[in-house]
């Protein structure tokens, strides 16, 4: 190309520079003149919920949404029956969904099963605690296995909870199938950004742009922050309170925390209404968390005009006293860091909305995947929000530790969720059967397991186990599930391949483990783009927190690193899509929608929620957050070390000695003396992140747990023991 042509090439793309532009602003004018439509759409669907003979699928016709849609925006008009409705749930990011109804096999006909071979590893590094029990030499023969006799045995005083298994015959074929017509698509969007301030609501400093300025709030009502917010910065669509939480005002005069911030949410007020909700990452009604609560407000003279958001800070981060030009600092920050790896990458309202917005512009255009990533059905969907638990929360009493530990010593796995996102199933599984895993030669059940898989498994704990249990055990109550380590304890559950392969290889004592069923999927990589950019994001406002040389930007660029792991974390926690969670009001006096958990009581209004079901989520991938969460928990029992393809060392659990275990936390545990860790600064490794010094009395609850990591924290940041 001569210059001639160059100037040319750049005249001509000029003239293209400016018909975008006006396309653009052709969009974003259709956009708008759209979302006046939907929200004049959403307030007559609210309005025909208030008839007595309304039905959704009537309405659902007449205004070209989808029955899911309708009941989100009139919750009133949910056609669920009741019993499904019955379900409770106090946080909506940790509740466990209701078993799916399947067929199970009848109590007293075991189900067939195979034997898995026990598997053997390299030995453990120097420094790592001696071996209860030898390894086996060599894979034991796969033959079925016998009925188990005796009773299981459970470790705790917690009644067995039976969970679901993959059907015969017909009814088993949708537990291998996808959702037709539902796929995670790349959108063809740029999301719309908010006018955002943040507000501290204990002194009134509000930060708005490049200033800050000082607010009478009043009584802190919602009414009261709006108004004041709305008066110093017109057109704000989101509030971020970093700290005062005002929905905990007057919290003592109501039996639960939910009631005072329910109550705080529908304060009344002469100016302000609950919003419906309009444009694509607002919701509809207020969302009732104990701490991190979400209120939606529109002008009561306009219900169908500008929508704004007063949210908690808290689910970005901790300000940890940070006041609103740090925080403020800090988002500018964070969008700095995405938008390096993301070219149209907008903060949304939460930061697992902004994590699954980011992912699904990681998409690929090309290949096999290039239209998408089926959505599985919803029977396989909710097999695996029934047997897929989250992290591994467990405080273990004496005797199996002392009553006076030596020491309490914390390690945190940092940004661990990250580590676990290079391989994660895609596609439909196959179901492998207890016969077709007895067929399989051990090297193809090896593969197997090391596959993306989800195990259907016997399991019990071997003679002469002291460590800590290795698979979870499901169990009524709050906890869900347990983790069996006393000799001899059988239980049936479901487990990731890494955590059966584990129970199978570990370096003490191999555990016998009897395949029932599984589900086979195609190893692929959809979260591994995501996981690397992030991780990238991380990586630059960690070195940023240590090096800058101004304090602020130093705790600004410390707070928006972890915001990035709060994406990846909740942007995880939202492809598992459990069963939505919708709220509302009823005047006092009317009947209540059948099912409903009551919130909270005024003079006026009823508050309520109920769970409602699954909605038609083209983002919904349970398989993925299952399969990460699975790596999380084996990595707490074991984390290897690789120089190249060569494991240099272990960390984890297994690796510290029996008896010294206090704690897991998700993505740490508390040991009672340090181990000879080496820390990287790479996700996954182990940090340590406190050390309170002994004795120290055995804490009996998780409350006293976190008042000694509290401290403990607190003793080593001082420069206590290193």
């Known amino acids: 190309m001569d210059r001639k042509a160059y100037t040319a090439e750049l005249a001509a793309l000029r003239e293209l520079r400016t018909e975008i532009t006006a396309a653009e602003k052709a969009v974003a004018a259709a956009r708008k003149e759209l979302d006046k439509l939907t929200a004049q759409r959403a307030r007559k669907v609210a309005g025909l919920a208030g008839y007595e003979g309304a039905q959704a699928p009537a309405v659902a016709k007449a205004s070209g949404l989808s029955v899911g849609d309708v009941v989100r925006i009139a919750p009133l008009l949910d056609p669920t029956p009741a019993a499904v409705r019955a379900a409770k749930t106090d946080d909506q990011a940790a509740a466990e969904p209701p078993a799916p109804e399947v067929p199970k096999a009848a109590p007293a006909a075991e189900p067939a099963a195979a034997v898995a071979p026990a598997l053997t590893r390299p030995a453990p590094v120097h420094d790592q605690p001696t071996p209860a029990a030898p390894v086996a030499a060599a894979a034991a023969p796969v033959v079925p296995a016998a009925p188990v006799a005796a009773a299981p045995r459970p470790a705790v005083d917690a009644g067995p909870r039976e969970l679901p298994t993959l059907p015969e015959g017909p009814a088993g074929a949708r537990f291998e199938a996808v959702t037709t017509g539902l796929v995670s698509k790349r959108p063809n969007f740029t999301q719309q950004a908010r006018s955002t301030v943040f507000l501290d609501a204990a002194t009134g400093d509000l930060a708005v742009r490049d200033r800050v300025v000082r607010l009478d709030l009043g009584a802190r009502t919602p009414g009261e922050i709006l108004d004041a917010v709305l008066a110093t910065a017109p057109g704000t669509e989101r509030i971020y309170i970093t700290a005062g939480a005002p929905w905990h005002d007057g919290a003592e005069r109501y039996s639960t925390l939910k009631d005072a911030v329910a109550a705080w949410l529908n304060t009344p007020s002469e100016r302000w209404t609950t919003a419906v909700g309009s444009g694509r990452d607002k919701l509809a009604g207020h969302f009732v968390h104990q701490r991190q609560p979400v209120g939606r407000y529109a002008p009561a003279a306009s219900p169908q005009g500008p929508v704004t958001e007063i949210r908690s800070m808290g689910e970005w981060f901790d300000p940890d006293g940070a006041d609103v030009t740090t925080c403020r600092q800090a988002f500018t920050l964070l969008w700095q860091a995405l938008r390096r790896h993301w070219d149209d990458a907008v903060l949304m309202g939460s930061p697992s909305q902004t994590g699954r917005d980011l992912w699904s512009r990681t998409i690929p255009t090309t290949g096999k995947w290039a239209g998408g990533y089926p959505v599985l059905s919803e029977e396989l969907r909710a097999l695996l929000h029934a047997t897929g638990g989250q992290g591994r929360t467990e405080l273990i009493l004496p005797p199996r530790v002392p009553e006076q530990l030596p020491a309490l010593v914390e390690y945190d796995r940092t940004f661990a969720y990250a580590k676990h996102l290079w391989k994660s199933p895609v596609g439909t599984p196959r179901r492998i059967t207890a016969a077709a895993f007895a067929a399989m030669t051990e090297a193809e059940q090896t593969k197997a397991l090391m596959s993306c898989s989800h195990w259907n498994v016997r399991v019990t704990v071997p003679a002469g186990w002291n460590h800590v249990g290795l698979l979870p055990a499901p169990v009524t109550g709050d906890r869900a599930w347990i983790y069996p380590s006393e000799p001899g304890a059988t239980f049936t559950t479901w487990a990731g391949g890494a955590e059966v392969h584990l129970a199978l290889a570990n370096h003490l004592a191999p555990w016998k483990v009897e395949i029932l069923g599984g589900l086979l999927f195609e190893d692929g990589k ?142 740490g545990i508390a040991l009672t003396g340090r181990r000879p860790w080496p820390y990287r600064g790479e996700p996954g490794d182990y940090l340590l992140k406190g050390h309170l010094t002994g004795p120290v009395e055995h804490p009996q609850s998780q409350e006293e747990y976190l008042k000694l990591r509290a401290l403990g924290r607190a003793e080593l940041a001082a420069g206590g023991e290193q």
Do not use: C
């Open 526 to 667: 959809p979260l591994d783009e995501w996981g690397k950019r992030l991780k990238a994001a991380w990586a630059d406002l960690t070195n940023l927190s240590r090096m800058h040389g101004d304090e602020r930007q130093r705790t600004a660029a410390y707070l928006a690193s972890r915001a990035v792991r709060s994406v990846l974390l909740f942007g995880l926690g939202g492809f598992a899509q459990r069963p939505r969670l919708v709220s509302g009001t009823t005047p006092v006096g009317e009947a209540l929608p059948a099912g409903v958990e009551i919130l909270g009581q005024d003079d006026q209004v009823v508050t309520w929620q109920r769970q409602a079901g699954f909605s038609r989520d083209p983002y919904a991938h349970p398989e993925w957050a299952a399969y990460v969460w699975s790596g999380a928990r084996t990595a707490l029992l074991d984390t290897k070390y690789r120089q190249g393809k060569d494991v240099i060392g272990h960390a984890g659990a297994l690796h510290a000695e029996p008896g010294t275990v206090v704690y897991f936390g998700t993505d």
